[in-house]
């Protein structure tokens, strides 16, 4: 009897450990199969197009965005005053479901004529219009940005909030019609590397992470009726004021920016 004891104990035993292994495994694969693809490839701006306001489309402005040393750079050396030369460079794909991931820096001083809320601050903007629709003295293409800012080694000034241009959003069922949401994060001093991640799931939920921690969560992005470039776009016969899908745009504000990474992971919809 003891030994049947016995033997049954180990068979439940190795059942046990098998079975933990093979979920073990399971779960490291599922994990192994996130395929993040790299949207800048470290080499040159294939892919990628300048707008800036004044400018046509495609006119990469003193040459602000540019590849040094694998990095995708900001850089404003040409210029000797900023005369509001407000600057996005548009990746080549629309997109609706799916995981943005980039690593940022700060670095050098803002370029004279700027404005004061424009140091150290950059974006990622998501669900942008097209960059063929902005117009020619436009400063923002419509969408939902990602606002990446860098502290000044003293005030609290948190990364990755929420800033509405030409749209609105949702939270906790109620409509936000102010222009930025401040995130949960910590401030960054200094010109160290940050990592943000946006989770973007159509209109349903867009989720922003600074360092792998969610610090922000809305839904129901949509066109703010009272724009007037979104009011163009809704004129053109866009009958759906929610942003499910859209273009992604880097942001150059004034402030010099490093971008170390960029990454795309599609989500299923």
């Known amino acids: 009897m003891i030994k049947k004891i016995l033997v049954a104990s180990c068979a439940l035993f190795l059942l046990s450990v098998f079975g933990f292994a093979f979920e073990s495994k399971g779960q490291d694969k599922s994990a192994e199969e996130e395929q993040w693809i790299p949207i800048f490839?470290?080499?040159?701006?294939?892919?990628?197009?300048?707008?800036f306001?004044?400018?046509?489309?495609?006119?990469?402005?003193k040459n602000t965005f540019r590849v040094e040393e694998g990095l995708l750079v900001a850089s404003y050396e040409n210029y000797k005053e900023f005369?509001?030369?407000?600057?996005?460079?548009?990746?080549?794909?629309?997109?609706?479901?799916?995981?943005?991931?980039?690593e940022y820096r700060f670095v050098g001083e803002q370029v004279p004529g700027a404005p004061d809320w424009a140091w150290r601050n950059s974006g990622l903007k998501l669900h942008s219009q097209p960059p063929e629709s902005m117009g020619l003295n436009q400063q923002s293409p419509v969408s939902i940005e990602v606002q990446l800012l860098g502290g000044n080694g003293t005030d609290e000034r948190p990364t990755a909030n929420m800033c509405s241009?030409?749209?609105?959003?949702?939270?906790?069922?109620?409509?936000?019609?102010?222009?930025?949401?401040?995130?949960s994060s910590e401030t960054y001093h200094g010109d160290q590397w940050v990592t943000v991640e946006a989770e973007v799931r159509g209109s349903e939920v867009i989720i922003h992470r600074v360092d792998g921690k969610e610090v922000l969560r809305y839904s129901n992005p949509q066109y703010?009726?009272?724009?007037?470039?979104?009011?163009?776009?809704?004129?053109?016969?866009?009958?759906?004021?929610?942003?499910?899908?859209?273009y992604i745009s880097l942001q150059a504000e004034s402030h010099p920016v490093r971008f170390r990474s960029i990454e795309i992971l599609p989500l299923e919809k």
């Open 41 to 51: 490839n470290g080499k040159n701006l294939e892919g990628w197009t300048p707008k």
């Open 53 to 61: 306001t004044g400018q046509e489309l495609g006119v990469n402005y």
């Open 83 to 102: 005369n509001n030369a407000f600057g996005h460079l548009y990746y080549e794909t629309a997109y609706s479901h799916y995981k943005i991931r980039a």
């Open 165 to 183: 241009m030409g749209t609105h959003v949702e939270m906790d069922g109620k409509l936000i019609t102010q222009h930025c949401v401040n995130s």
């Open 224 to 246: 703010d009726t009272e724009d007037a470039n979104a009011q163009k776009l809704i004129s053109q016969g866009q009958k759906n004021l929610l942003l499910g899908e859209g």
